[in-house]
């Protein structure tokens, strides 16, 4: 079946660093690549959506500048958090889809911010 | 962004048993998924509906698209410790739009 892989599972860093988030379709082509984040019990609230070679379409209150989304290739979307703070503090997830099918996920990364 | 009514929100059940779980929007919609997801893992898709009045089952699992395009249930029969998580509906909207909105989720626990 459908494979996203996440990179990495777990990261913890210090205020004041940029995250680097890496998904990958790893057996198909995704046409587009979604960003998701969630909060401790709660559900999957969708950040941003990227088409391979666009701009990311953002959700209301999700900052651009704040969750930079690259979709350089088919088989690669990396999203990254600059200049994290302690609420940046998250379980980010990627999904991709191809076709219509319905998205697949990664296995989510931990982001722990000092 | 929109939240699907998921209900119940949390279930704790004997092995064995039969659990049933839906949802409902205000909205229409085209597609119904749903995922279970594991503690500190992204959601894995267990059954996808295309169609209104749609039944599709798989394994233990049984899911319906609901006739009013509103609605979805998930059934799970004879439940087993590893039918442990939490459950999210998801509907979208057009075959156009990529937009999954959520449910907010049923947490299963089983009790052996």
């Known amino acids: 079946g459908a494979v996203v892989s996440q990179h990495p599972s777990w990261v913890i860093c210090k205020s004041g660093t940029s995250v680097k988030i890496e998904c990958r379709s790893l057996d198909f082509q995704a046409t587009t690549m979604f960003w998701y984040r969630q909060f401790p019990k709660q559900s999957l609230m969708l950040m941003a959506t990227s088409n391979e070679g666009s701009k990311a379409t953002y959700e209301q209150g999700v900052e651009k500048d704040k969750f930079l989304i690259n979709h350089a290739s088919l088989t690669l979307s990396t999203l990254t958090v600059t200049s994290a703070h302690p609420e940046d503090s998250s379980f980010y997830i990627c999904?991709?889809?191809?076709?219509?099918?319905?998205?697949?996920f990664g296995d989510g990364t931990r982001l722990s911010i000092l | 962004g929109q939240q699907l009514n998921q209900s119940p929100q949390s279930m704790f059940i004997q092995e064995g048993e039969d659990v049933s779980m839906n949802c409902t929007s205000s909205?229409?919609?085209?597609?119904w998924l749903w995922y279970k997801q594991d503690p500190g893992e992204g959601p894995v898709l267990l059954i996808a509906?295309?169609?209104?009045?749609e039944l599709t089952s798989n394994g233990r699992l049984t899911a319906q698209f609901g006739i009013t395009r509103k609605d979805s249930f998930l059934n799970i029969s004879a439940s087993i410790p590893s039918d442990v998580g939490i459950y999210f509906c998801?509907?979208?909207?057009?075959?156009?739009?990529?937009?999954?909105?959520f449910g907010t989720g049923t947490r299963l626990t089983v009790i052996p």
């Open positions: 509906l295309y169609k209104a009045g």
């Open positions: 909205s229409i919609f085209n597609t």
């Open positions: 998801a509907g979208r909207r057009t075959t156009g739009a990529n937009n999954l909105f």
């Open positions: 999904s991709a889809e191809s076709g219509g099918q319905p998205q697949h």
